[in-house]
């Protein structure tokens, strides 16, 4: 989650200030960066992964469910993790990190993960050895759970944290979630409210319901208060915030209260890293389909499987006029306004635009990318390419949301802070990261779309897959350039409900520069106009020298991701889905009682240990392995 200074933050009209100090010094700060390191070759192709995990309190005699808001303890606990802890069980101690959520952690591998099947197969033993570690830190009735969404964020009727807080914070202003959720670190919440300034309004966050057999037509949330105006937000939800048929969130929280899975490539050039950020691109919104996992919002079944949109919304800092909402203020607007245009996404959003200097990627840059003027300038006048210059300006649209009073003026040739507070608030699909100070590490690209798996064998599955995919671009030479306006489509199509079997999406033909429209299962599998990106990854495994067990067991992970793409095997939405409306006490009306929430996360829970089987979710014999680990 970017980087913590401590110090004082600026409340948003102060920020707002020095919105155009920190964007001319953080392309300065870039440049230095691109100046030194442009020319860096031979770093190897290492990578690692991110898992957040929601901390759970299980209450077996009340059977309840709640978010433990303990990170703060926990993450001291683990802190004072020593090697004796790993000892013999992965190769470095693990890393672990705070994000937004008062009940979330993420962790890291200590150290990154190599390419050869060996280092391939040490990614689920250092997964799990990261989930004990995090266990081992909590009460007895705590679990860390790897779960998309928390069904029941946000619900008015019973407590969802432990311990209860109200609602109505000063820095969400929400009707639902109290800022007790909220990191204590200055940085959440100063974020939150300011983006929530920035904006104007509150965030709003609509959800189709997903609509069942006895849920109320037309659907009008009752748990919002239409009758009541104790606080001023109570009237944004009445007055047209909150849509019919659709569940309304109002905080930052609903979104990036939400876990994810990341991984970090490094690459062995600038160039090689440009080259897959695009070619990673165009499967951003595959991975989010076969990884879907967030089905439940505000104790109801949404109409979608997938988070994406949800975040989107949940930081969606744009002004009206940005949004189109509003006409443009014109001459005599606020400073940090001047280059108030028609900004098209939330800067949590699908990437714009290809990174490469070629004539297929400027084809397929096909949608209108808002620049920064003076900052592409800037990057002209110095010599970066038309397209990188492109790139680093569409980000330089934003403001920066957090700045420390203390942290204003900083030497450009050795600070990066400035650059990193907008280049880490651009949440998007890819992220290409610039090596950061020191020599020891290279440039990156970050595949930031797919969401957390229940389990650390799909996890690994994900990560591994990802990473032999790294290496079909590189060493079979792929060419999957498609419309970047295409792969936005896909970017929705990929989180509709079932979207495995109710889906196309967008893909470059293997046999002609064209596109055609293809199943999960063809993209995955392939078909006579496509090679398949598995058979592809088979074919780049042919090409190494991997003793027979290690194949099998890489086949493992490869295999899984097969079986979600084709159906054998539900995604982790489905398989909640499936859980909730077969639940006995489920009145198929979309709700998620409290009840059904900890039958739900129980069983995760018993899954994930191993001690309970998950025909249809998982393959046979998951449980023996995971004891067996
Ligand atoms: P962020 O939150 O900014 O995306 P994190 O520090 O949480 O970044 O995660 C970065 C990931 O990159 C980790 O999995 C880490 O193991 C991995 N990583 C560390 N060093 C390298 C490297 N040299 N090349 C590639 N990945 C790396
Ligand atoms: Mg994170
Ligand atoms: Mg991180
Ligand atoms: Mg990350």
């Known amino acids: 989650m970017g980087l913590l200074s401590l110090g004082t933050p600026l409340a948003w009209p102060d920020a707002r200030e020095l919105s155009e100090h920190v964007r001319v010094h953080g392309i300065e700060q870039f440049l230095s960066v691109w100046r030194r390191m442009r020319d860096r070759q031979g770093d190897a192709p290492l990578w690692g992964d991110e898992l957040e995990y929601m901390v ?57 993960f190599g390419i050869s099947a060996d280092e391939l197969l040490r990614v689920e033993r250092d997964m799990l050895v990261r989930r004990r570690l995090t266990r081992e830190r909590l009460l007895p009735n705590e679990v860390p759970m ?20 109200e609602a109505h914070g000063a820095a969400s202003h929400s009707l639902f979630l109290p800022d007790e959720i909220i990191n204590t670190h200055v940085r959440f919440p100063t974020l939150t409210s300011n983006i929530r300034q920035r904006r104007g309004s509150k965030v709003r966050i609509n959800v189709p319901i997903f609509r069942d057999t006895h849920t109320p037509e037309p659907f009008v949330d009752p748990t919002i208060p239409y009758e009541r105006e104790l606080f001023p937000e109570d ?26 899975l990341q991984v970090t490539f490094q690459a062995s050039s600038m160039d090689e890293a440009r080259k897959l950020y695009d070619q990673l691109t165009p499967l951003t919104p595959l991975l989010l389909a076969v990884s879907a996992a967030s089905p439940t919002y505000r104790g109801y079944l949404g109409d979608v499987d997938a988070r994406w949109n949800v975040i989107s919304a949940a930081v969606d800092d744009r002004t009206p006029v940005e949004r189109g909402e509003a006409p443009f203020a014109g001459a005599g607007a606020h400073n940090s306004d001047t280059h ?3 900004l098209r996404k939330s800067r949590y959003d699908s990437v714009d635009s290809y990174l490469c200097e070629n004539d297929e990627a400027r084809a397929c840059n096909d949608v209108p990318l ?19 210059a492109a790139h680093m300006a569409h980000l330089f649209v934003r403001d920066p949301l957090v700045i420390f009073s203390e942290n204003v003026d900083l030497h450009d040739a050795t600070s990066v802070d400035h650059f990193e507070n907008l280049q880490s608030t651009n949440w998007q699909t890819m992220r290409f990261k610039p090596p950061p100070p020191g020599n020891a590490i290279g440039w990156r690209v970050e595949f930031r779309p797919m969401e957390i798996q229940l389990t650390d064998f799909e996890n690994a599955a994900f990560s591994v897959c990802i990473a032999l995919l790294t290496r079909v671009v590189l060493e079979l030479g792929v060419d999957w350039y498609m419309p970047i ?23 470059r033909r293997g046999d002609a520069p064209a596109t055609a429209e293809y199943t999960l299962a063809e993209l995955f599998h392939g078909t006579d106009d ?16 991997i003793a027979a067990a290690s194949r099998a067991a890489l086949n493992e992970y490869l295999d899984l991701v097969g079986a979600r793409a084709d159906g054998r095997l539900m995604t982790n939405a489905a398989y909640i889905r499936q859980f909730v409306r077969s639940h006995a006490a489920y009145r198929h009306d979309s709700v998620v009682s409290d009840e059904i929430n900890y039958d739900l996360l129980s069983t995760l829970d018993a899954i994930e240990r191993g001690e309970k089987e998950a025909p249809g979710l998982l393959p046979a014999g998951y449980a023996a392995r995971r004891q067996g680990i």
Do not use: K
């Open 56 to 112: 759970v309190a299980l209450d077996p005699e009340q059977r309840t469910a709640r978010l433990s808001l303990r990170q703060g303890e926990i993450l001291q606990r683990l802190a004072q993790c020593d090697d004796s802890d790993v000892l013999g069980t992965c190769a470095a101690l693990p890393t672990f990190h705070p994000e937004y959520g008062r009940y979330m952690i993420e962790s890291t591998p200590g150290r990154p």
């Open 530 to 545: 496509l090679p398949g990106l598995l058979p592809l990854v088979h074919r780049y495994l042919d090409t190494q020298p």
């Open 370 to 388: 808002e620049v920064n003027e003076a900052v592409e300038q800037r990057l002209r006048a110095a010599g970066v390419d038309a397209v990188l």
């Open 146 to 165: 790897t779960i998309g969404s928390f069904p029941r964020l946000g619900v008015t009727d019973t407590a969802f944290t432990d311990p209860p807080h």
């Open 235 to 260: 009237g944004e939800a009445r007055a047209g915030a909150a849509w019919a048929d659709h569940i309304y969130m109002d905080a930052m929280g609903f979104g990036m209260g939400c876990c994810c």
């Open 485 to 507: 306006s295409l792969v936005d489509e896909n970017l929705q199509r990929a989180q509709q409900r079932d979207a495995v079997h109710t889906q196309r999406f967008h893909f």
């Open 340 to 342: 108030a245009r028609r």
